[in-house]
């Protein structure tokens, strides 16, 4: 009886993401930006991603500089990644393809609910999460590539360990899931550098949980 209430449960999160994701997908035909600017900054970036893939040595030392085209403020390290893929698929399919992260953002956003609420129904915290379908900035960096959509993806995990992190009541776990939390942040933090800030939240909540072992100390030296 249990398995059928959770594949039923299943069949329900598929349909209602499913549902939000084809407004991501009316958006991506309609070339919606809500932001006003995601278009405009995805084609410029794109356009450095194809220097990259042509010379990386030299757009990687004039990235961020003065030169024309190459004024970046961000993380290269997304573009380089894409880099890799411009000989491969066009800009349209890599914004197809690219328009899948509001459902990965919004799934891992409903399970760090999940770890947080636990005593509200599952479906209603799904519903919240599908929230974010309707933003503005995740609907724009959905539709066109940025930066500040697979960072966001990365500190979601990291949030979601760190979650796990502070219910869990297992030593070993507790130290694995800091290991997990640092490293998923590090990451996100590469792809976008404002989420290095979550860096001192996560550390700070380890001290107050006496849980900051000295392997965990040299982690941490190392990641940063």
């Known amino acids: 009886m249990q398995k059928v209430k959770n594949k039923l449960s299943s069949y329900k999160l598929l349909f209602l993401y499913s549902l939000f994701y084809l407004t991501i997908l009316l958006g991506f035909y309609l070339n919606e930006d809500s932001l006003g600017g995601a278009r405009a900054d995805f084609l410029y970036h794109y356009n450095i991603s194809q220097k990259f893939s042509e010379n990386f040595l030299l757009t990687?030392?004039?990235?961020?500089?003065?030169?024309a085209g190459m004024n970046a403020r961000n993380?290269?390290?997304?573009?380089?990644?894409?880099?890799?893929?411009?000989?491969?698929?066009?800009?349209?399919?890599?914004?197809?393809?690219?328009?899948?992260?509001?459902?990965?953002?919004s799934f891992l956003f409903y399970k760090c609910l999940l770890n947080k609420f636990k005593n509200i129904d599952k479906i209603f915290l799904a519903f919240l999460s599908c929230v974010?379908?309707?933003?503005?900035t995740i609907r724009s960096v959905s539709i066109w590539p940025s930066t500040l959509n697979w960072g966001l993806v990365f500190f979601l995990v990291s949030l979601l360990n760190y979650l796990k992190f502070v219910n869990t009541l297992s030593n070993n776990k507790k130290d694995l899931y800091i290991y997990y939390t640092i490293f998923f942040v590090a990451i996100s933090a590469y792809l976008h550098p404002s989420f290095a800030t979550f860096y001192i939240f996560y550390v700070f909540n380890f001290f107050q949980h006496n849980k900051f072992g000295i392997k965990t100390f040299y982690l941490l030296m190392d990641l940063i």
């Not at 990687?60 to 030169?67: L, Q, S």
């Open 60 to 67: 990687f030392d004039e990235y961020g500089t003065n030169i």
């Open 75 to 105: 993380s290269p390290v997304f573009w380089i990644i894409i880099s890799y893929f411009n000989n491969f698929i066009s800009s349209e399919s890599l914004r197809l393809i690219n328009s899948s992260v509001s459902i990965i953002i």
């Open 132 to 136: 974010l379908f309707l933003s503005p």
